[in-house]
């Protein structure tokens, strides 16, 4: 399949196999959608992980068997790009962005499409992620497999035509059950493995493409460290962790390491969000003093955390949505957090422009091809952190004040002067 390329962006599918570890007879079928710069010289990638969406029809299957007939693939009927086209946001940096289905436990019409609280979700980002690095836009990357060298198979030459990163430099996103799984690949390769062993989800992937009589990569951890995504960032927009015995265990000890990681942090939750801030196993975050939250296993007091996380006024769990879905519309009936009748944002409005304009000003603090230049002092005083600390940063969208009247909230430490202390100086 050729790439669809309007103005300088092209958008593209990748199909691939991954076992999570060799040592796991594991596998899971993801299809990645790509936006990527036409010129390939990507600075960096937004790799997002998406909420309530991935439901598959009842005719998976029989569509899969038929498939390979009439060369298609079901996954590729799903597109979580359709409802979280935050594509604007990437151009005037020239960066790329990707998302990935993958065929769990799934069905339309059930509001569970995919656990929040199974990390293997976010593995399988950071796995893909990385290959795009790698290898970029193909599904024929043993082309450029050493094992292959000897053969007619061995063409590195097409493989480097399908890069499209200049930089392994990665922000991760998500909404949702999304939210908590981009929380897994933000902490990094070696933090994911140590933690996917104490928990018996280990992780040490091999890309395979395809089922039968496949080739495939090598292990991950044989690839070159520049070959492996590099976080530099983290967004989760109304994100929802859950348990669940044996599937679900929930992204606790991943928050708990990101709470010791320099990285710039956002979570972003809506003041009317059920889902988010009363259903989630911890809650996002919480008014309440000394409430274990999602924001306070990753900002907890006295750490040197980074996280941040803002309130938007009248926020709904959809409205960061740029199309109606209406699995995810579910989770704001009868929300209970605000009055009956208030008029919460809703998908394709105000807020989903607000979510544009955060990445692209999130995206705008890194300097061509490299990840954040500062220092916690340098994040918290940035030119983003300066945008969105106010009641009305952008359009009709206003956000909710915390207790110190600031519209943001972080863990505060020694050597740092307060935000207001810097307001208009420029």
Not at 317 to 342: F, I, M, P, R, V
Request: include cysteine; glycine fraction near 8%.
């Amino acid at each position: 399949m050729k790439p669809i390329c309007i103005n300088n962006y092209c958008f593209d599918h990748a199909h691939l196999w991954i076992q999570y570890d060799k040592s796991v007879p594991l596998f899971v079928e993801v299809a990645i959608e790509i936006f990527y710069p036409r010129d390939r010289q990507a600075n960096g990638l937004v790799m997002f992980n998406h909420g309530f969406l991935i439901g598959v029809d009842l005719l998976f299957y029989p569509k899969k068997i038929i498939g390979p007939l009439f060369n298609d693939n079901p996954l590729f009927g799903v597109h979580p790009s359709y409802y979280y086209n935050y594509s604007r946001a990437l151009v005037e940096k020239n960066w790329a962005m990707a998302y990935v289905t993958a065929t769990h436990i799934q069905a339309q019409g059930i509001p569970w499409t995919d656990f929040g609280g199974n990390p293997r979700v976010g593995q399988e980002a950071y796995a893909a992620a990385s290959y795009l690095i790698k290898y970029g836009v193909t599904d024929e990357f043993y082309k450029a497999e050493r094992r292959y060298k000897n053969t007619s198979l061995y063409k590195p030459e097409e493989v480097e035509k399908a890069r499209f990163m200049r930089s392994n430099n990665v922000i991760f996103a998500g909404h949702s059950v999304g939210g908590a799984h981009a929380q897994v690949p933000a902490t990094g390769f070696e933090t994911m493995q140590k933690i996917g062993n104490d928990t018996c989800r280990p992780f040490n992937p091999v890309i395979y493409d395809r089922e039968v009589f496949p080739k495939y990569s090598d292990c991950m951890s044989d690839w070159e460290p520049e070959e492996r995504a590099n976080p530099v960032g983290l967004i989760q927009l109304s994100p929802v962790d859950q348990k669940i015995p044996l599937l679900a265990p929930g992204m606790a000890p991943y928050r708990e390491a990101l709470s010791e990681k320099p990285l710039p942090i956002l979570m972003i939750v809506g003041e009317c969000d059920s889902a988010s801030l009363k259903d989630s196993q911890p809650p996002a975050w919480s008014a309440k003093p000394g409430e274990t939250t999602e924001f306070s296993q990753q900002a907890p007091e006295g750490s040197d955390s980074w996280a941040v996380v803002a309130n938007v006024k009248h926020g709904s769990h959809c409205g960061y949505l740029t199309q109606k879905s209406d699995l995810c519309s579910l989770a704001d009936e009868n929300s209970g957090l605000c009055k009956k009748g208030t008029p919460t944002w809703k998908a394709g409005g105000e807020e989903a422009a607000f979510t544009t304009e955060l990445f692209k000003k999130f995206i705008g603090m890194y300097p061509d091809g490299q990840g954040f230049p500062g220092d916690f002092k340098q994040w918290i005083h940035s030119d983003f952190i300066q945008w969105l600390n106010k009641e009305n940063p952008y359009g009709e969208i206003k956000l909710v004040p915390f207790a110190d009247k600031r519209y943001i909230d972080y863990v505060s430490r020694g050597g740092c002067p307060p935000l207001e202390e810097k307001k208009g100086k420029k």
